[in-house]
C-alpha cells in the first residue's frame, strides 16, 4: 500500500510529489510512501523557458524534468514508475487501485490527478473533465473541485488539470499547495515545509 500515488509526472505532479517527500523528516510523516506514475508525455517536455523563476534562462522543459527527477530521488520515501495510468478504482471504505499498462497494480490511500489538460484517458473513475476556463482553446481540459485542489474525500487535482494557466509556476505551485494540503492533513494542523539552512 502507497500512501499517495500521484498520475503525471509533470510540473504539477513533481512539485506535489517534491514537496510531500520534503517532509519526510517530520515527525508526524511517518513511514508513508509516495509514487509518481509518469507516462512521460508531459508537454513540459516541448517548452523553453524564459520566464520561470528560479530557473536559468534557457533551460528547457526536458531539462528541467530531469532536475526534478534528480530532486525527487534525494527522499526516501518517494518513487517516480514509469508507466501509464490505464484505470483506476475507489475502495470502500476507502483507498484505490491503479492498474498500469506495464502490467502491475498498486493500491493507494490518496489519489492526486496532475496528467495535464489536453487528454483525459483514465478509466474507471466517475469523472467527466470540463472544458478549461483559461486553456485558451475548447479542447483543454480540467476537473472541477471544490476551491482548493479536492475532488472528493482523498482525491486531489493538481497542475494545469485543476484549471490553472499554462505556465509551469502555475502549474508547480497548484501541485506544491495539494502536497500541503496532504501533509496538512498528516499533521493534524495547517502546515508548511520549508527546508532552511542557518545557526
Known amino acids: 500500500m502507497t500512501d499517495v500515488i500521484i498520475v503525471g509526472g509533470g510540473a504539477g505532479g513533481m512539485s506535489c510529489a ?22 512521460k508525455r508531459s508537454d513540459l517536455n516541448k517548452a523553453m523557458l524564459n520566464n520561470a523563476p528560479g530557473v536559468p534562462l534557457g533551460t528547457t ?6 532536475q526534478l527527477q534528480d530532486q525527487l530521488a534525494q527522499y526516501p520515501p518517494a518513487k517516480r514508475h514509469e508507466a501509464t495510468a490505464l484505470n483506476v478504482r475507489r475502495h470502500l471504505p476507502g483507498g484505490f487501485e491503479v492498474e498500469l499498462d506495464d502490467g502491475t497494480t498498486h ?8 496528467t495535464g489538460y489536453k487528454r ?7 469523472l467527466e473533465p470540463a ?7 475548447s479542447n483543454r481540459l480540467m476537473l472541477s473541485h471544490d476551491g482548493c485542489y479536492l475532488i472528493e474525500p482523498d482525491m486531489h487535482v493538481a497542475g494545469l488539470l485543476a484549471g490553472g494557466s499554462s505556465q509551469f509556476a502555475i502549474a508547480a505551485g497548484i501541485g506544491a499547495q495539494v502536497a500541503v494540503d496532504i501533509l496538512s492533513e498528516w499533521a493534524g494542523k495547517r502546515t508548511h515545509v520549508h527546508e532552511v539552512t542557518g545557526t
Open 61 to 66: 522543459g526536458t531539462e528541467l524534468l530531469e
Open 18 to 39: 517534491i514537496t510531500m517527500a520534503s517532509a519526510w523528516q517530520k515527525p508526524w510523516f511517518d513511514d508513508r510512501r509516495i509514487m509518481v506514475i509518469d507516462d
Open 107 to 114: 493500491h493507494c490511500l490518496v489519489l492526486v490527478l496532475a
Open 120 to 126: 483525459w484517458e483514465l478509466d474507471g473513475l466517475d
Open 131 to 137: 472544458v478549461h476556463p483559461r486553456g485558451g482553446k
